[in-house]
T-cell receptor, first 113, second 112 residues
């Protein structure tokens, strides 16, 4: 079993729809949770960064963390074609004095005009 | 502020050869991490260097090695290349004291 599970998709939705992307994890030591966006032929770009359980909002993006269920989500409101990308969840914990960062498989998202 | 740069951007090698990839982190960042990204396995952690010392290591064979220089620039070396080493190699820089990592554009390595 992978430490972080993420449905690879692909996911295709019409422009303006609300998108929900999810990850589950098994290691309760994970304390920091991130979402990255990766456009084709580019490196991942940090989108959201959260620490505690609850919601964090940034414009059209909302990151949600539920540590009790070991479940994180990213919501995209009023989705735009420019949001078409692969979204990777990532989580980290300190292990033997160093940060251990583990990524999900990534979900490929397409927003159709 | 300049971002993370990686050179070369594309590389084609044949089996058995070796390759060296380079990464220049964001100015002031002391940590550089390397990842391998493939369609099947996703992003997999190779190793992290902080102040010229390897601080963390993933589960890759010894053919994969790295180093970091005093200016925080890092190189990654893969010896005796195999077909399965074809991937996008990403480096990420951070201050080393937090959790936010900033990625470079990657080097796409193709092994024939």
């Amino acid at each position: 079993q992978k430490e972080v599970e993420q449905d690879p998709g692909p996911l295709s939705v019409p422009e303006g729809a609300i998108v929900s992307l999810n990850c589950t994890y098994s290691n309760s030591a994970f304390q920091y949770f991130m979402w990255y966006r990766q456009y084709s032929r580019k490196g991942p770009e940090l989108l959201m960064y959260t620490y505690s359980s609850g919601n964090k909002e940034d414009g059209r993006f909302t990151a949600q963390v539920d540590k009790s269920s070991k479940y994180i989500s990213l919501f995209i409101r009023d989705s735009q074609p420019s949001d078409s990308a692969t979204y990777l969840c990532a989580m980290s914990a300190y292990f033997k004095g160093a940060q251990k960062l583990v990524f999900g498989q990534g979900t490929r998202l397409t927003i159709n005009p | 502020k300049a971002g993370v740069t990686q050179t070369p951007r594309y590389l084609i090698k044949t089996r058995g050869q070796q390759v060296t990839l380079s990464c220049s982190p964001i100015s002031g960042h002391r940590s550089v991490s390397w990842y391998q990204q493939t369609p099947g396995q996703g992003l997999q952690f190779l190793f992290e260097y902080f102040s010229e010392t390897q601080r963390n290591k993933g589960n890759f064979p010894g053919r994969f090695s790295g180093r970091q220089f005093s200016n925080s620039r890092s190189e990654m070396n893969v010896s005796t290349l195999e077909l399965g080493d074809s991937a996008l190699y990403l480096c990420a820089s951070s201050t080393g004291e937090g959790n936010e990592q900033f990625f470079g554009p990657g080097t796409r390595l193709t092994v024939l």
